[in-house]
Each structure stands twice: as C-alpha cells, then as structure tokens.
C-alpha cells in the first residue's frame, strides 16, 4: 500500500487528516487548498521512541541534526537505522497525547511497512461521488443547510449550527478527531456549496443521517498546502 504522504499531509497533519488525539496549531487565514508540497526521504538513527494510540513518535540523528518523525505505529528499537519515506515537514504541531508542540516534525512512512498516515488525511480533502441525496432540513432557531453554511460562511463565522444531512465520506482518527462530510441536496457541485466538512469526536457511517451541532470556522489551514473556507468544528452528531 503506498505510503500516504502522497498528498493532505484533514486531509485533513497537522490536521488529519486524524493523528491520535494530535492537532496542528491554528493558523491565519489561507488560500484555498493547493497541491501538497513535494515530499522527501529522512533517514537517520532512533534517539528515542515514543508510541500513542496509532502512531510512533521517532526522535531522530541525521545528518542535518536531530529531527521528530512520527509514523504508523510499529514496533521501532532505539539505535535503529531507519528511513521516513515521503516525509513532509509540518511546523507548530501540537500533540495532545505527547503533551508537546513541535516546532518542525516529519510525518511519513517506515520504508517497507505498509500503510501511510498522511494518505489516510488525504482522503478527507473531499467526499466520494454519491447518488442524489435530499434530506429535511433540520429544525430549530439556528438550522441551517448545507448551501445556507457555504454561501453564508462570513455571516455565520464562530457560531453555533445545526445542519442536518446524510454522511457521503467518513474518516475515522485522524488528529484525534473523526472527519465527515455531509450533503443534504442544496448547493451546486459547481462551486462545492453542496458539501461541508464535520470534525468531531462522534462516529458514523457512510449513509447515515445525521445532526450535527458546531462550530462554524472559516479559512482554516490544517498545514501542508490544505486549507479550507468553512468547515464546522466542535460537532456532536445525532442519528
């Protein structure tokens, strides 16, 4: 399986796309998403070993000097000869699990293992192609649609909705959070009014249909060329 540095280095690291309870920190306002920066080989010796839920953290010697690396979770000794494959460096990453923030850390794969931590966040950038969806709108004073929280993104910038729609894409655990995204038949594919992408701890499956309860945040860049100008954030959902 490749490794899947092969681009959202939440999707979506820092952010995403989710990386066991970890996030990027926040950053200013960014253009709307770009093709991912070009990926590179770290090669160096284990100082030190550091494993969460999914995920190894590897402190490492090369040969421009210490470096952070983390990987999908795999059994690693200190003094190891290791190389990081499409690494992608990710600035101001803060770690929940490690109860540190990282200045500068590579996220990438273990050459020979199988599997890729970012290209598991690539995956949440955007939704499957799904069949028609139509979905009530939800109820109550700060109901909104789909196409209402993309057209409306400045107006409702930082505050709380409800909008209530069927899952087309799900990705579970990536930066401690579960990334979804969510149709409910407005909006035009055209101009992407008819998708919004959910972050929240809550779990659900493609097809489902839920409400979700959040916060609206606008231009929000989870690092590594991936931005995004309105997701809801914060989210509970509701079956």
Known sequence: MKTFF????????????????DKPA??????????????VTVKGTVLEVKDVEAYTYLR?????????AAVNKTPIKKGAEVT????????????KSMKKT???????????????VMAAHAGIAKAAPVGNVKVAKATGPN?????????????????????????????????????????????????????VLVTTKDQAKVGDVVTVKG?????????SGYSYKVLIEEATLQK
């Open 6 to 21: 092969s681009i959202l280095a939440l999707m979506l690291f820092g952010a995403s796309t989710n990386w066991a309870a």
């Open 26 to 39: 926040p950053a200013a306002a960014a253009a709307p998403a770009t093709a991912p920066p070009a990926a």
């Open 60 to 68: 490492l010697k090369t040969k421009d000097g210490e470096t952070w």
């Open 143 to 195: 109901a909104r649609t789909v196409a209402e929280i993309n057209t409306r993104r400045d107006e409702l910038k930082d505050k709380t909705v409800l909008v209530r729609g069927t899952v087309v894409k799900y990705n579970a655990q990536i930066m401690d959070k579960n990334w979804v995204h969510l149709r409910d038949g407005t909006g035009s594919a055209a101009n992407s009014s008819d998708d």
């Open 84 to 95: 990081i494959e499409n690494a992608m460096l990710m600035n101001n990453f803060e770690s």
């Open 102 to 116: 990282f200045d500068k850390i590579v996220f990438g794969s273990l050459a020979g293992a199988e599997g890729d």
């Open 215 to 223: 916060v609206v945040h606008t231009n929000r860049d989870l690092g």
